[in-house]
């Protein structure tokens, strides 16, 4: 019976790509439970989802819909940089992973750092990259990541 219960957990928690309805389902409240993210408008989303849509599989935003409540519990998104080293490989880069702070424990953190590797992966990264915070590494260390150098910002604001 735990299998079925576990199938029925998979298809309600289902990893999808970001949509234009999604600004109506949370996804900017969800985004402000990370960082500091102001009021974004119906126009400036839209104009927004229309650019990175534009860029293709190179920049994949994916989100978490809870199907019983039709809220997103969970986002993050991965870029790909093209390089000139390694061959002109490529480097994913994860930005703005989150989950609700009251859906967590259910995996979904797991589920979207899973999806947004194996996309970087199929689009032929090399690696893998993200910043965290120290809070935050022992999540990463169990998504199969390992600390490497430091990070260094310049903010212009």
């Known amino acids: 019976m735990e299998n079925a219960n576990s199938s029925k957990e998979e298809e309600k928690f289902r990893v999808r790509k970001l949509e234009l309805s999604d600004k109506s389902k949370g996804f900017i409240e969800l985004l402000q439970q990370l960082t500091v993210c102001d009021s974004v408008s119906d ?36 870029f790909i940089e093209k390089k000139f080293l390694r061959n002109c ?41 993200l910043d965290c915070s120290v809070d935050n590494k022992g999540f990463y260390e169990k998504c199969g990541f390992k600390q490497k150098e430091i990070q260094m910002v310049k903010y212009f604001v």
Do not use: P, W
């Open 43 to 78: 126009k400036e989303f839209e104009d927004r989802f229309k650019e990175i849509s534009s860029y293709g599989d190179d920049h994949l935003v994916c989100v978490i819909e809870d199907d019983s409540s039709g809220k997103i519990l969970a986002t993050g998104s991965v």
């Open 89 to 129: 490989g490529k480097v994913g880069h994860i930005e703005d992973v989150v989950v609700d702070g009251n859906a967590r424990g259910l995996q979904l953190g797991k589920k979207i750092v899973g999806f947004l590797s194996d996309h970087a992966h199929s689009m032929g990264c090399y690696k893998v990259i």
